[in-house]
């Protein structure tokens, strides 16, 4: 377990991270979101000891990290900066590592193998693909066999295979009972792995809610109508008291009104229709508006952000 | 973003626990915690001394160094050696064993070099946090490095200064060259070595103050050379005591001192050098040690 509590982070005027008090739960996967520059990495750093706080208190199971006399079997962290000597091989990175914390060296080739890494163990860090290198890191973070697991931006540079077998990989940790404490800044990759959700923009803490209730509350469901006879369906729909919003491409969006009762009052009106289909709002999109103010590098395309569908369609369709 | 998403099946969203209402600080019932296998270890130095040897020994560059400051130190050793000995000086009972500086001074520069990688290029590498990340207790951390890179130079300086002097000793011997005392040896090999061990790790604790490699490096070599080229240039008769001062406590004539022939006949003398240099350290590291703990990593 996780707890901060009033967690502040000041370099000069500007606020890295401000008052964050949340609790980060064994058992299950707990999505830390947000934009980049959100304050993040600088949270993470914060819990384990390497930048010291403005303000506010971390602990881990109750100790400060400072305070752990054999950190590594407490709790794993992959950073975002790989933190690897470029001219060490990845079995004596590992292997000092273990050193450190009094870690049997069998476990060294345990991790190895449990990453998938055994086969170039000798090898330098410096020949390692970006993959490779997040593999190693997952090594690292697991070679003591924690009960914490934190992982900053895990995906990030990975190929599809390699995303996948780390989402099947923080799933099953959690699933042993541990703690896993993911940061990303793509709503899309949370979605799929995390079963709660910490939401901060500009170092303030924006949602703290259980990924279940997130999307409840922020996916709105509608009805997208498309017809050659746009008019006639509207005076249809309009007789029926259903009322239509305009789409993109001239399509329609109904609220509140099933599918099934949409395309029967257009059989009975004798409207044509080319599409017909219940939508879901993107979680994208959900996540984008609750952080638009906070967002620190806005693009200056001088448009609205845009919306991001082709995500939000293929989720959750029934 | 390119990567194709696999849809979420949608049974999948009903399994998920439900969060323990909107109070997420109150600490909840029993969870389920994850318990290992691997036996809990009260850490102490001992783990960490034995981390940084792993390291020190498992890069290249270590090997680098230290194999051109052993070339420089036996390889400049036995040039002078040779040199002297074709010559047919008459040595008039002088110790040879003063020809050993040179390439010790040179092979100076190597250890330099080490120490601040030592420390720097974690900096340069980000390992600095999986280092900090390990072993949360900074001091622990950079008392390690310092112990175990000043042994491995100890150990290296010694051996190269003992072979070199063995082999003035034999090169010179029909020279009428004195034959060294006890302590004149022990000045030459051990002195000289905690001398060049020290100032090693005084360009560690450099290395770990500036966090940067090239920076750090170029800092103690000028503060090797810096003090012996301005005194040079210094010609104004009333500077001479600066001169005086800058000769004198340079690091070249300190090394010097090991082998009884000083630029000068006042100043540092007998073993004082190494005290001037273990007290230098000493500051630095205490330096180093309290920017670390105040720092972020």
């Known amino acids: 377990m996780i707890e901060l509590e009033g967690l502040t982070k000041r370099y000069g005027e500007k606020v890295a991270v ?35 706080p403005t303000a506010g208190d971390v602990r881990i199971d109750g100790t400060h990290y400072d305070r752990l006399q054999d950190p590594l079997t407490y709790i794993g962290a992959l950073l975002e900066a790989k933190g690897v000597h470029p001219g060490r091989s990845a079995y004596n990175h590992l292997l000092w590592l273990a050193q450190s914390n009094g870690i049997p060296e069998r476990r060294v080739r345990e991790v190895l193998g449990e990453v998938g890494l055994t086969a170039v163990a000798r090898k330098k860090a410096k020949g390692f693909s970006l993959g490779m290198g997040q593999r190693l890191g997952i090594a ?33 940790l959690a699933e042993q009972g541990r703690t896993v404490f993911v940061s990303s800044h793509l709503m899309s990759e949370m979605a799929l792995t995390a079963d709660h959700l910490v939401v901060i923009g500009q170092g303030r803490l924006l949602a703290d809610t259980s990924m279940a209730e997130f999307i409840e509350r922020n996916s709105r469901s509608y009805v997208r109508v498309r017809s050659p006879q746009r008019e006639a369906l509207l005076d249809a729909l309009h007789q029926a008291g259903v009322t239509a919003v305009d789409g993109a491409d001239g399509t329609l969006e109904v609220d509140g009104t099933p599918a099934e009762k949409i395309g029967e009052l257009a059989a009975r009106n004798g409207v044509v229709l080319h599409e017909l289909s219940p939508q879901q709002a993107s979680l994208e999109e959900a996540f984008m508006q609750l952080t638009a103010e906070s967002v620190e590098y806005h693009a200056h395309t001088g448009a609205p952000l845009p919306p991001q569908q082709q995500w939000g369609e293929s989720w959750r369709k029934g | 973003m390119s990567t ?5 099946p949608h049974s999948a969203a009903p399994e998920w626990p439900a969060a323990p209402g909107a109070a997420p600080s109150a600490p909840g019932p029993a969870y389920p915690t994850y318990t290992s296998p691997i036996p809990v270890v009260r850490t102490h130095l001992g783990h960490a001394l034995a981390s940084e040897w792993t390291k020190i020994k498992s890069v290249r560059s270590t090997l680098w160094t230290l194999g051109v400051f052993f070339a420089l130190v036996v390889g400049i050793g036995l040039l002078t050696g040779l040199v002297v000995a074709s010559s047919d000086p008459d040595l008039g009972g002088e110790s040879p064993l003063s020809l050993g500086f040179f390439g010790l001074l040179l092979g100076s520069m190597c250890l330099i070099t080490l120490g601040v990688l030592t420390t720097a290029s974690e900096y340069g590498t980000g390992m600095i946090r999986t280092t900090m990340v390990a072993c949360p207790s900074r001091g622990r951390v950079l008392a390690a490095k310092a112990l175990v890179f000043f042994l491995v130079a100890f150990v290296v300086t010694l051996v190269c200064a003992s072979v070199v002097g063995l082999l003035h000793v034999s090169l010179l011997e029909e020279h009428n060259a004195a034959d060294p005392n006890g302590e004149e040896w022990l000045k030459g090999t051990v002195g000289v070595s905690l001398y060049l061990a020290l100032l090693g790790t005084l360009s560690l604790a450099v290395g770990s103050i500036v966090r940067h490699s090239a920076g750090a490096i170029t800092i103690m070599i000028a503060a090797v050379l810096a003090p012996l080229v301005i005194a040079l240039f210094m010609f104004s008769p009333s500077l001479e005591d600066v001169q005086q001062a800058l000769f004198e406590y340079s690091i070249p004539n300190q090394m010097s001192i090991f082998y009884a022939n000083s630029l000068s006949e006042s100043g540092p003398s007998g073993w004082d050098p190494l005290w001037i240099m273990l007290i230098v350290t000493g500051a630095a590291l205490a330096g180093a040690f309290t920017l670390l703990r105040k720092r972020d990593v």
């Open chain 1, 140 to 172: 690292a973070a697991l070679l003591g066999d924690p009960r914490i697991l934190m992982f900053d931006e895990p995906v990030n540079g990975l190929d599809p295979e390699g995303i996948h077998w780390i989402r099947t990989l923080m799933k099953s």
């Open chain 2, 4 to 8: 194709p998403q696999p849809p979420m």
């Open chain 1, 18 to 52: 401000d008052n964050l008090t949340f609790t980060v739960r064994p058992g299950i996967v707990t999505g830390f979101l947000g934009p980049n520059g959100a304050g993040k990495s600088t949270t993470m750093r914060m819990i384990l000891g390497l930048d010291h």
